[in-house]
């Protein structure tokens, strides 16, 4: 089974501080996203990345970045974190192919205090 | 833009009973549908998926199916059981995966 790890279950970070959240998978796929969660608003996707050291914007990139070294690990980094930051961020991954779905991290639940 | 919308946002059901799930989407031209289960503040957990060519698929007590003519799918689950009471959320994967917003579903013994 494809496997995508999340460093941390539970973060709490003060406001102005950098945050990093990472994401491992080990299932070699090519596609890694971003996405985070809040109640009313769904899922809303932050950034992608199709390939090593490549990034692509999603529909919320603003206050975010990312990274992406290696094939298996990309990272959101929050430059200057702010409490409307503070959410549930989920990492997934999957292959190329179109017929295949996504497969989900486990989550890690952040607070911006 | 795909809109994707989830009807009801929340259910209750006794154990034991048969249950839908809806999933209605605004653009046709899907690659697939899936379907996930998400447990509170955890993570999202495959149920399903459908190709676009496909009309259903099923996995033990749970069916789904998609008409992608009239943009719906619908998730099936017989004999509900307490341990079926989480968030379910259905995507379709146009350039992106476009998620709604789920339908909780509580499940009363």
């Known amino acids: 089974d494809v496997k995508v790890t999340q460093s941390s279950r539970y973060l709490v970070k003060r406001t102005g501080e950098k945050v990093f959240l990472e994401c491992v998978q080990d299932?070699?796929?090519?596609?890694m996203f971003w996405y985070r969660q809040d109640p009313g608003l769904g899922l809303r996707l932050i950034y992608f990345?199709?390939?090593?050291?490549?990034?692509e914007k999603g529909d919320i990139p603003e206050g975010y970045s990312v990274s992406r070294e290696k094939k298996e690990r990309f990272s959101l980094i929050l430059e200057s974190a702010s409490t409307n930051q503070t959410s549930m961020y989920l990492c997934?991954?999957?292959?190329?192919?179109?017929?295949?779905?996504?497969?989900f991290g486990s989550g890690t639940r952040l607070t911006v205090v | 833009k795909q809109e994707v919308t989830q009807i009801p946002a929340a259910l209750s059901v006794p154990e034991g009973e048969n249950l839908v799930l809806n999933c209605s989407f605004t653009?046709?031209?899907?690659?697939?549908l899936q379907w996930f289960r998400q447990d509170p503040g955890k993570g999202l957990t495959s149920l399903l998926l459908?190709?676009?060519?496909?009309r259903e698929q099923t996995s033990g007590r749970l069916n789904a199916s998609l008409d992608k003519s009239s943009g719906r799918s619908t998730l099936y689950i017989a004999a509900s059981q307490p341990g079926d009471s989480a968030t379910y959320l259905c995507?379709?994967?146009?350039?992106?995966?476009?998620f709604g917003t789920g339908t909780s579903l509580t499940v009363i013994p």
């Open positions: 997934a991954s999957s292959p190329p192919q179109v017929n295949y779905g996504y497969t």
């Open positions: 299932m070699d796929h090519e596609n």
């Open positions: 990345s199709y390939d090593v050291k490549m990034k």
């Open positions: 653009d046709s031209a899907i690659y697939n």
């Open positions: 459908i190709q676009s060519s496909q």
């Open positions: 995507a379709v994967l146009r350039n992106q995966f476009y």
